[in-house]
């Protein structure tokens, strides 16, 4: 015969979900700043590695180190408002699908490894997509709040 613990009529508080999306928003900026500032600081070796020109590099590279700050701004908000969540998961959506169109639609004379650069970045900016569209859905306005006190 087993016995339960005695219960003292609280339960634990559930998982708190919006520091799941604060957390991916953090991870998801902080990756992007290091690939930017990998574009930029590199741009001519990594363009001759990859096939992208130069010019290419940086840009994608500013634009990119432009989202890590956006990113992060959004995750450090008292309140993650919902919109920008939407926002952010349509951009890396928007993103996966141009990283690869890049990659298959011969706009940049890439060799096999910039195919695959394109590929994988297109494959990590779709997951990040899928993770802040959770982490939004498991969020309750109440939840987006409180966790910036938490974590």
């Given at each position: 015969?087993?016995?339960?613990?005695?219960?003292?009529?609280?339960?634990?508080?559930?998982?708190?979900?919006?520091?799941?999306?604060?957390?991916?928003?953090?991870?998801?900026?902080?990756?992007?700043?290091?690939?930017?500032?990998?574009?930029?600081?590199?741009?001519?070796?990594?363009?001759?590695?990859?096939?992208?020109?130069?010019?290419?590099?940086?840009?994608?590279?500013?634009?990119?180190?432009?989202?890590?700050?956006?990113?992060?701004?959004?995750?450090?908000?008292?309140?993650?408002?919902?919109?920008?969540?939407?926002?952010?998961?349509?951009?890396?959506?928007?993103?996966?699908?141009?990283?690869?169109?890049?990659?298959?639609?011969?706009?940049?004379?890439?060799?096999?490894?910039?195919?695959?650069?394109?590929?994988?970045?297109?494959?990590?900016v779709a997951v990040y997509a899928a993770l802040e569209y959770t982490g939004l859905r498991r969020a309750a306005p109440a939840d987006l709040r409180a966790s910036h006190r938490?974590?």
């Amino acid at each position: 015969m087993t016995h339960a613990p005695p219960t003292t009529g609280t339960a634990p508080p559930p998982p708190d979900a919006a520091r799941f999306l604060r957390t991916v928003l953090r991870v998801d900026a902080l990756s992007t700043a290091v690939t930017g500032l990998v574009l930029v600081a590199a741009a001519g070796p990594l363009g001759s590695a990859t096939g992208m020109p130069v010019a290419f590099a940086v840009a994608f590279g500013v634009f990119q180190i432009g989202g890590a700050v956006a990113l992060a701004l959004i995750a450090g908000r008292p309140v993650i408002p919902p919109a920008l969540v939407r926002a952010v998961v349509a951009v890396n959506g928007a993103c996966a699908v141009a990283c690869a169109a890049v990659a298959f639609g011969g706009f940049l004379p890439l060799t096999g490894f910039g195919v695959v650069f394109m590929l994988v970045g297109a494959l990590v900016v779709a997951v990040y997509a899928a993770l802040e569209y959770t982490g939004l859905r498991r969020a309750a306005p109440a939840d987006l709040r409180a966790s910036h006190r938490a974590g």
